[in-house]
């Protein structure tokens, strides 16, 4: 039964606005108003977020998958398995690769120190992925090379053992898949704000109108509309309340919406305040800026570390706009050019694969690496 952490400290084709506007339509004042509105970004710049800038090249949004490692990697591969061992009971199983990782930039500090080996730990929590560098003497008898290597780092009170054969492999398995690094649900939020408003607690309360609003058809483009009541598909951490949500399945992942206006304060509270990512649907004046530190105070959506999208819809699409917590790391797609217009397809493509590898980003950071594996 594996019961603790790790052992060791380890080594660690598209338009813009000018474009889409032409012929008749050039020269409106509408047209104007947003082709000058083009030079403000959608986010303004602030020191308590990181505020994304835009590309001035349109770059192809890449979800960012990992697979599990062991299954994926080490089980196609000659490897050994170590076990390690404190009072007669199992701490962690450690995997190694027989052969080296070829040369790249990325490990040219390891393969300093002699070759590199990829490395894996199971744990309780998941898995870890590392390199240990060692000049191996006799490769007829490695597993008694590495073992003596695990041995001489671990901490004191901790012994490695190899296990041959095929022993230990279903429980790597079943813990791996227990905690999978591959992201198959999520959980989004999505708050609805009328112009200028700066009041997070008014957002909240918004019921956008169903025949003047452009939130429903843009939230009707993202997924389907669901009765939680009788949904038996991913919920999301919702109950089986009599509501409203809404639900979609991208690229294998089941994604359901926390949708604010279709929730209660309770929900609020408990859902929306503990989602990671984030997205504001700003109905605002097409040359109005939105202003992440004068809507978010810094504990008002909780303390985890979030990634956020601001839509916001003009006469044809919708502009996209990015910022996060300031722990967390860049990640990719980089947004598009400023005066990019998305249609509704274009824009659920590029907006979910930002939230998707920003999710990711966050489980790597503070405080959310301390619960999951880090990848």
Same mark, same amino acid.
């Given at each position: 039964?594996?019961?603790?952490?790790?052992?060791?400290?380890?080594?660690?084709?598209?338009?813009?606005?000018?474009?889409?506007?032409?012929?008749?339509?050039?020269?409106?004042?509408?047209?104007?108003?947003?082709?000058?509105?083009?030079?403000?970004?959608?986010?303004?710049?602030?020191?308590?977020?990181?505020?994304?800038?835009?590309?001035?090249?349109?770059?192809?949004?890449?979800?960012?998958?990992?697979? @599990?490692?062991?299954?994926?990697? #080490?089980? +196609?591969?000659?490897?050994?398995?170590?076990?390690?061992?404190? %009072?007669?009971?199992?701490?962690?199983?450690?995997?190694?690769?027989?052969?080296?990782?070829?040369?790249?930039?990325?490990?040219?500090?390891?393969?300093?120190?002699?070759?590199?080996?990829?490395?894996?730990?199971?744990?309780?929590?998941?898995?870890?992925?590392?390199?240990?560098?060692?000049?191996?003497? @006799?490769? &007829? %008898?490695?597993?008694?090379?590495?073992?003596? &290597?695990?041995?001489?780092?671990?901490?004191?009170?901790?012994?490695?053992?190899?296990?041959?054969?095929?022993?230990?492999?279903?429980?790597?398995?079943?813990?791996?898949?227990?905690?999978?690094?591959?992201?198959?649900?999520?959980?989004?939020?999505?708050? &609805?704000?009328?112009?200028?408003?700066?009041?997070?607690?008014?957002?909240?309360?918004?019921?956008?109108?169903?025949?003047?609003?452009?939130?429903?058809?843009?939230?009707?483009?993202?997924?389907?509309?669901?009765?939680?009541? %009788?949904?038996?598909?991913?919920?999301?951490?919702?109950?089986?309340?009599?509501?409203?949500?809404?639900?979609?399945?991208?690229? +294998?992942?089941?994604?359901? #919406?926390?949708?604010?206006?279709?929730?209660?304060?309770?929900?609020?509270?408990?859902?929306?305040?503990? @989602?990671?990512?984030?997205?504001?649907?700003?109905?605002?004046? %097409?040359?109005?800026?939105?202003?992440?530190?004068?809507?978010?105070?810094?504990?008002?959506? +909780?303390?985890?570390?979030?990634?956020?999208?601001?839509?916001?819809?003009?006469?044809?699409? &919708?502009?996209?706009?990015? #910022?996060?917590?300031?722990?967390?790391?860049?990640?990719?797609?980089?947004?598009?050019?400023?005066?990019?217009?998305?249609?509704?397809?274009?824009?659920?493509?590029? *907006?979910?694969?930002?939230?998707?590898?920003?999710?990711?980003?966050?489980?790597?950071?503070?405080?959310?690496?301390? *619960?999951?594996?880090?990848?």
């Amino acid at each position: 039964m594996l019961n603790s952490g790790p052992l060791f400290t380890l080594h660690p084709s598209r338009k813009t606005t000018s474009q889409v506007f032409s012929g008749t339509l050039r020269g409106t004042q509408k047209i104007q108003e947003l082709l000058m509105s083009c030079d403000a970004p959608v986010v303004k710049f602030t020191d308590k977020f990181t505020v994304e800038s835009h590309s001035e090249e349109f770059i192809t949004p890449v979800l960012n998958i990992v697979e @599990d490692v062991y299954q994926n990697v #080490f089980m +196609g591969e000659h490897h050994y398995n170590f076990l390690g061992v404190k %009072d007669k009971v199992c701490h962690s199983i450690i995997s190694v690769l027989k052969n080296p990782v070829p040369s790249n930039p990325e490990i040219m500090w390891a393969l300093e120190l002699g070759n590199a080996y990829k490395t894996l730990m199971t744990h309780k929590n998941g898995t870890n992925t590392f390199f240990i560098n060692l000049t191996i003497n @006799d490769e &007829y %008898d490695m597993e008694t090379e590495l073992e003596d &290597y695990l041995n001489a780092h671990a901490k004191e009170g901790f012994l490695y053992h190899h296990i041959p054969g095929h022993r230990i492999i279903s429980e790597i398995i079943a813990i791996e898949e227990k905690h999978r690094l591959k992201v198959t649900r999520m959980k989004v939020a999505v708050l &609805y704000a009328k112009p200028y408003q700066t009041d997070l607690m008014e957002i909240f309360n918004n019921v956008p109108d169903v025949d003047k609003s452009q939130f429903w058809p843009w939230l009707d483009s993202m997924g389907q509309n669901i009765q939680l009541k %009788d949904w038996t598909g991913y919920k999301g951490d919702f109950k089986d309340e009599d509501q409203d949500s809404y639900f979609t399945v991208w690229k +294998g992942i089941d994604i359901m #919406f926390h949708v604010a206006p279709l929730m209660t304060q309770e929900q609020h509270r408990r859902l929306i305040g503990n @989602d990671i990512c984030v997205v504001v649907f700003s109905e605002n004046l %097409d040359s109005e800026v939105f202003e992440p530190q004068n809507v978010i105070a810094m504990d008002a959506l +909780g303390t985890v570390p979030q990634v956020f999208c601001v839509v916001q819809p003009v006469s044809i699409g &919708y502009w996209l706009g990015f #910022f996060s917590r300031s722990n967390l790391k860049s990640y990719e797609p980089v947004p598009f050019p400023r005066d990019y217009i998305f249609s509704p397809a274009d824009l659920k493509e590029h *907006l979910l694969t930002k939230l998707h590898n920003g999710f990711r980003m966050a489980m790597s950071c503070p405080p959310m690496n301390r *619960l999951f594996a880090t990848p």
